[in-house]
């Protein structure tokens, strides 16, 4: 199993980044999909989750400004995040679970300015 991020970057507070990341190896439509961040000298916690079936959940801190969002047939799964805020700053990890086990991607870093 392979989970490949991207789209990380420099941005400054208010502005949009949109993070990709591509599967493969794994029966993607059958995994939950999430987006997960860790900010320096913090725990890594869950930012975003997508179910098999058309649910999504958000971190409290983000909700209404991050979008999740998946394509099955490309085995994708995007984070639109809008108005972005130095809090938002971390390291973005891409994590898919399945009663057939869980994989972990290698991360995108996002910094943000203020």
């Known amino acids: 199993v392979q989970l490949q991020a991207s789209g990380g970057g420099l941005v400054q507070a208010g502005e949009s980044l949109r993070l990709s990341c591509k599967a493969s190896g794994l029966a993607f439509s059958l995994n939950v999909m999430r987006w997960y961040r860790q900010a320096p000298g913090k725990e890594r916690e869950m930012v975003a989750s997508?179910?098999?079936?058309?649910?999504?959940r958000y971190a409290d801190s983000v909700k209404d400004r991050f979008t999740i969002s998946r394509d099955d047939a490309e085995k994708i799964v995007y984070l639109q995040m809008n108005t972005l805020k130095p809090e938002d700053t971390g390291i973005y990890y891409c994590?898919?679970?399945?009663?057939?086990?869980?994989?972990w991607g290698q991360g995108t870093l996002v910094t943000v300015s203020s």
């Open positions: 997508a179910g098999a079936t058309p649910t999504t």
């Open positions: 994590y898919a679970w399945s009663l057939g086990g869980e994989s």
